[in-house]
T-cell receptor, first 115, second 113 residues
Framework: GAGVSQSPSNKVTEKGKDVELRCDPI?????LYWYRQSLGQGLEFLIY????????KSGLPSDRFSAERTGGSVSTLTIQRTQQEDSAVYLC?????????????FGDGTRLSIL | GENVEQHPSTLSVQEGDSAVIKCTYS??????FPWYKQELGKRPQLIID?????GEKKDQRIAVTLNKTAKHFSLHITETQPEDSAVYFC????????????FGSGTRLSIRP
């Protein structure tokens, strides 16, 4: 079946512009995560959506970052007034979350470059 | 909240030898421990996972052990091959559906020919 889909795969934009990154999770997956990965670094947690619960936004680095998940499916991560330090790969993952834990399935990511 | 520490950050082993990566976690309520492999330029992919009701799980050349008392778990790769070269991430998650998964900082494994 279809995996997690992210778009665009690459985005180049000028400093100060706003960007929107999209994630289509696997159908039926209730949990959705966004991560940021700088070159050669680990997975920096940004935000976690679980069903109808309020999202865990504890990883968002500043108020320029926001995310929403409409209808419990597609999610959009928005970065306003982009800065050069926002350049990274943004990864989305979804899982059939439940008590006891389920594996995450990652998308291929969006490579964001801020000029 | 949960904290996961991973060691070593880099590991180089001779082809055919074994590699061991270790992780510790802080939340005793954590009950799910997956391991992910990320090849250069690719997405992280699950390679093996273990739940707190077992102490060891094996899949061909890969095994994971869990010590709940000491709150640490390890990945063992035997008979390493060049294609094992990648970054490996451990993770831990609490029992509640509200608990998010927490990743370790990663281990870059290099296999020397």
């Amino acid at each position: 079946g279809a995996g997690v889909s992210q778009s665009p795969s690459n985005k180049v934009t000028e400093k100060g512009k706003d960007v929107e990154l999209r994630c289509d999770p696997i159908s039926g997956h209730t949990a959705l995560y966004w991560y940021r990965q700088s070159l050669g670094q680990g997975l920096e947690f940004l935000i976690y959506f679980q069903g109808n619960s309020a999202p865990d936004k504890s990883g968002l680095p500043s108020d320029r970052f926001s995310a929403e998940r409409t209808g419990g499916s597609v999610s959009t991560l928005t970065i306003q007034r982009t800065q050069q330090e926002d350049s990274a790969v943004y990864l989305c993952a979804s899982s059939l979350d439940s008590q006891g834990g389920q594996p995450q399935h990652f998308g291929d990511g969006t490579r964001l470059s801020i000029l | 909240g949960e904290n996961v520490e991973q060691h070593p950050s880099t590991l180089s082993v001779q082809e055919g030898d074994s590699a061991v990566i270790k992780c510790t976690y802080s939340d005793s309520a954590s009950n799910y421990f997956p391991w992910y492999k990320q090849e250069l330029g690719k997405r992280p992919q699950l390679i093996i996972d273990i739940r707190s009701n077992v102490g060891e799980k094996k899949d061909q050349r890969i095994a994971v052990t869990l010590n709940k008392t000491a709150k640490h778990f390890s990945l063992h790769i035997t008979e390493t091959q060049p294609e094992d070269s990648a970054v490996y991430f451990c993770a831990a998650r609490g029992y509640s559906s509200a608990s998010k998964i927490i990743f370790g900082s990663g281990t870059r494994l290099s296999i020397r020919p």
